[in-house]
């Protein structure tokens, strides 16, 4: 999720934004490149994570068009300062096309219509338009996005986004990005609009691998929490007191902070739904497969998602790897 996604809301400290980049030595040519803001601004993916961004990117003092298919989102996003609309063809006169959508399927259907070139919106683009890509999507994906994207004469940057809804609305995502660094300068001013940014690459697929692996330790995480809380319970112990205990000494992060007290609630609203959290899993182990790395705790969290899903969780956060464990004990 990063739509949405792994991490929670940072501290109330921590909405300041920061740039970590690796392009220090042409980091003058780099900031030659046009920074100017954008008058306007294409949005697509306008879910829980979308709209929060685009809102923020309004507030910002960006013009956004976003583009939904349902009438019924037309008056809430415009009651949020954007500029709503059905028609894709409003989105062609923007420089930056931001794309947050669930998977790869979807950023393939709308940019490049799986094959038809009369509805691609790829192909509609003006040359210089920038393609800004911030879904959890695959390596081979973006890397083939990127392609495509050039040889028209288009950019194309990757920058997921780790983060869930109420760390998009507090401007507290965590951005990752990679792409050639003429257009990740001309992307620069709008992604600090929306949290902390980390630079890592000149090509897209590296952004999107590191998305992929954090969001596996956030899995694993959840997994390992659910699992030893429900040992508590069993025992009669008071679980709240363990997450307290370890977040206040060897595990301060904020995943197992904020996660392990939801855990404990039985708190599994979604931020990140359990199928779109079993597709991250999914491509994260494909990639693993690509490089030679066995990753067989990936692999069993990839197995409980499917059993959460079977007994009828589709619908809960990947908080819920916490309830099946809790199933399985009997609880």
Known sequence: MLEHNSLPPADADAGRTETHDIY???A???RMADRSRPTKIGFIGLGLMGSAMAQNLAAAGYAVNAYVRR?????????RGLRATQH??????????ISMLPDDNAVRQVFFDNGNAADALANRMAPGTI?????????????HFASEHQRRGQGYVAAPVFGNPDAAKARQLAIVVAGPPVHCERCRSLIEALGQVFVVGT???????????????????L????????????CGQDPQQFVDIMTDTMFGSRVHRLYGSRIVAGDYA???????????????????????????SVSLVRDRMITAIARGHAELDWTALGLVASEEAGL
């Open 24 to 26: 220090q030595s042409s």
């Open 270 to 296: 979604a931020g990140l739904a359990m199928p779109l959290a079993l597709k991250d899993v999914r491509l994260a182990l494909a990639e693993a497969e690509r490089a030679g790395a066995p990753m067989p």
């Open 71 to 79: 009438p019924e989102q037309l008056e809430e996003l415009e009651a």
């Open 88 to 97: 894709i063809d409003d989105l062609l006169g923007c420089k930056i096309l």
């Open 131 to 143: 393609h800004l890509s911030m879904s959890t999507i695959g390596t081979v994906a973006a890397a």
């Open 223 to 234: 997994e390992v929490l659910g699992e030893v809380t429900t040992v508590l319970r069993k």
């Open 28 to 30: 003058s040519a780099d």
């Open 203 to 221: 090509d897209p697929e590296q952004a999107n691998r590191i998305k992929l692996l954090g969001n596996m330790l956030t899995a694993t995480s």
